[in-house]
């Protein structure tokens, strides 16, 4: 008998500009990185607004959608743009726990569960 066949999308969205980046500043302080302070810059805010657009063009929140953002300050802020526009639960907001942060830092995952 074939495995059952799983129907689930994903969608991995890079965060926009980040403060310290509009700074001209490298912070490669994971610690530094979930401060308040390194969030979303102007630019990176209007970057992931048109993402966000790309992702309903997609239809990628559409039905059960969780977003699983990275614990970055600027992929948590992303997050709840995302699910802002697309009109997703905050309560479906929640951390990517993973070994390897290194690869991860800065994006969030979408999974559309069908």
């Known amino acids: 008998m074939p495995p059952f066949r799983l129907t689930n999308r994903y969608f991995l969205v890079r965060t926009g500009e980040s403060e310290y ?3 001209g ?3 490669t302080n994971p610690v530094a990185k979930t401060s308040v302070d ?5 630019k990176g805010k209007k970057q992931t607004v048109r993402a966000v657009f790309d ?3 997609m239809r990628a929140c559409d039905g059960n959608c969780w977003i699983r953002p990275s614990i970055t300050q600027r992929a948590y802020q992303a997050a ?8 997703v639960n905050r309560s479906h907001i929640a ?3 993973l070994v ?6 800065g994006k ?6 069908k």
Not at 100 to 105: C, K, L, T, V
Not at 108 to 113: F, G, M, P, S
């Open 21 to 23: 980046k509009s700074l």
């Open 25 to 27: 500043l490298i912070n």
């Open 38 to 42: 390194s969030g979303l810059s102007e």
């Open 55 to 57: 992702l309903k063009e």
């Open 80 to 87: 709840e743009i995302i699910a802002a526009v697309n009109g």
């Open 95 to 97: 951390f990517l726990m």
């Open 100 to 105: 390897d942060w290194e690869h991860m830092n």
């Open 108 to 113: 969030v995952w979408i999974v559309y569960l």
